[in-house]
């Protein structure tokens, strides 16, 4: 009888190594569920409201003004002319997602120049949201991503546990 051993020495380094992607590969994942599910949330338009409908304001003097309003996707209307004012929000939505060994960031941004007042944060932004955009119902996109953080956490331990059984 014959034995033979083998002896692997250095296992321990090579299983961080692995844990560390198998890690890095769920977090991948559940960052990528969540900035999708978070992308999706702030691409919703709230209800319209009157001033989506043609409407005339009063201004300080007590006169009736132009007739004016604002249609979604294609801009101010006054009177009968209308101004493209749009950027098209719902659709300057990027995703980036950056990784290294031990540090993965997830960024969503809107390349409309209004986005900022629109989902922008004040206390992270200095611009933020503005009062009109908040009482319209937009959410601003900090608030919505907290939403999901608890859903991305555990979708990040279940896809570790899928890749390690």
Do not use: C
């Amino acid at each position: 009888m014959s034995n033979v051993t083998v002896e692997l020495e250095g296992l321990d380094k090579v299983m961080k190594k692995l844990y560390r992607v198998k890690a890095q590969e769920a977090v991948i994942a559940g960052f990528s569920w969540g900035m999708d599910r978070v992308q999706k949330e702030l691409m919703e338009y709230p209800p319209e409201t009157f001033r989506n409908r043609p409407h005339q304001v009063v201004d300080k003097s007590g006169k009736l003004g132009a007739l004016k309003w604002y249609e979604r996707d294609k801009g101010s209307h006054v009177r009968d002319k209308l101004y493209r004012t749009t950027e098209k929000l719902k659709k300057k939505w990027k995703q980036k997602l950056t990784h290294t060994p031990g540090n993965i960031t997830g960024t969503l941004s809107n390349t409309a120049s209004y986005a900022g007042y629109v989902h922008g944060d004040r206390k992270v932004d200095g611009e933020g949201q503005t009062d009109l955009m908040k009482e319209i119902g937009w959410e601003v996109g900090g608030d919505v991503a907290k939403k999901f953080k608890s859903k991305i956490e555990k979708i990040i331990l279940d896809n570790f546990k899928k890749k390690w059984r």
